[in-house]
């Protein structure tokens, strides 16, 4: 069985030609994706991860601040990119991927020389003394907790959805 129609109305065939012609070039509602991500992944940093909060950091332990946000560059980096019908959202910040994955860290790194206060020696308090740290290699092996910060919540997912809808019948 063959089905054959003829369109007579033209107002139809004009928003169906209309309708095409915005389902082929989604870029611009893309673009617009791109920008609730960025805003959601900086609520994620400002939040200390979302849905499940991260593992605290030691440096925000000990010296206050925020886990993943030292100089808030990781935070900052984030771009949107459209490739046709593709959008991606990332980082070119070297050490995003083991932030957000987590995972084992085993090298050896060089430490600057850099001046240092002693506050205590041999386990008693002493008045601040500045002591120059020369130059050194020191081996780093530690256990990085996977903190996800690259991350669409399902209020996003909504509104990415809504974004598409409303780009394609306008």
Known sequence: ????????D???KTRLDRLEARMKNITPALKECGL?????VAK?????????????SGRAKTGGGKTLIKTARLKNSMTPKVFGRVLRVGTNVKYAAIHHLGGRIRKNVKVKEHYRIITKAF???VSGR????????RQMNMNMPARPFLMAQ?????????????????
Request: avoid cysteine; charged fraction near 30%.
């Open 1 to 8: 069985m063959q089905l054959k129609f003829t369109m007579k």
């Open 123 to 125: 386990g008693k308090s």
């Open 10 to 12: 033209l107002g139809v």
């Open 130 to 137: 500045k002591v120059l740290v020369r130059a050194h290699g």
């Open 154 to 170: 399902d209020a996003d997912i909504r509104i990415f959805k809504r974004i598409l809808s409303d780009h394609i019948t306008k």
């Open 44 to 56: 994620n940093f400002q939040a200390g991860g979302r849905p499940v909060r991260w593992k605290q």
């Open 36 to 40: 609730v991500l960025i805003r959601s």
